[in-house]
Every structure is written in structure tokens, then in C-alpha cells.
């Protein structure tokens, strides 16, 4: 009977150890994602930042000033590059903050398991 026991306890043991590996998987796939669409984003702001003030990737084509700085649509968005299962937007509002300066936001969009993920930055060019 003991052995019977000691059994049941040592499969439960290991149920619990393999749905923690499970779980430890999806969370790593997940953060790698997020560390992917960070990291796809600032190189697109610093890629942003070294074009001259007029560059036509710095215009905010549609007018639509502050209110179109958090669209990610191909619909709503200035301007869009793709990158595998990545999307880039960035969405330009002209002297927002201060009178000569741009405000840029890069959004980064993917789907991870069927749910549509998103990470934003958000920089200001001045007219030097």
C-alpha cells in the first residue's frame, strides 16, 4: 500500500514539473517576441533619427497631426515596413510638443498564437 502511495505522489510530482515546463516554454516564446518587436523598433527609430528633418520617411502624410500617433493600420498609418511576421508603422505629428520638431511614433505589430500583439516608441526630432 505505501508503494501504491509513494507512486501516486511521484506521478502528481511529476504532472506538476511538466506543466511548468510547459508553461515556461510559452513564456519564453512570448518574451522573445516582445525582445524581437523592441528591438525591431528602436533600430527603425534610429534609423529615423539619422534622416535629414525634410527626409519624405519624417512627413505625416495623412494630416492627421497627434491623433494618428498610436494608429497601426496600413489604413491610418504614415508610413509601413515589413519584416517577416513583423509589421513597422510609424506615424509622424508635426510640432506637437515644441514649435520645429517632429514627433515620431514606431509600432511594431505581430500575431503570436492568434492574439495580435504590439510594442510602441515614441522619439522627438528637432529642426537643428
Known amino acids: 500500500m505505501e508503494v501504491i502511495f509513494a507512486i ?32 525591431l523598433a528602436a533600430d527603425q527609430v534610429e534609423k529615423l533619427m539619422a534622416l535629414p528633418y ?3 520617411d519624417l512627413a505625416d502624410t495623412d494630416g492627421d497631426g497627434s491623433g494618428g500617433l498610436s494608429d497601426a493600420t496600413e489604413a491610418t498609418a504614415d508610413h509601413q515596413v515589413n519584416e517577416g511576421r513583423y509589421t513597422l508603422y510609424w506615424n509622424v505629428a508635426d510640432n506637437l510638443v515644441i514649435d520645429n520638431t517632429k514627433t515620431i511614433t514606431v509600432i511594431v505589430s505581430w500575431t503570436d498564437r492568434g492574439v495580435q500583439k504590439a510594442v510602441s516608441l515614441q522619439h522627438i526630432v528637432p529642426n537643428i
Do not use: F, P, R
Open 8 to 39: 501516486c505522489l511521484l506521478t502528481i510530482g511529476i504532472l506538476a514539473v511538466g506543466s511548468m515546463q510547459v508553461s515556461s516554454i510559452w513564456g519564453n516564446a512570448t518574451a522573445g517576441g516582445l525582445t524581437e518587436g523592441t528591438s
Open 54 to 56: 525634410g527626409h519624405a
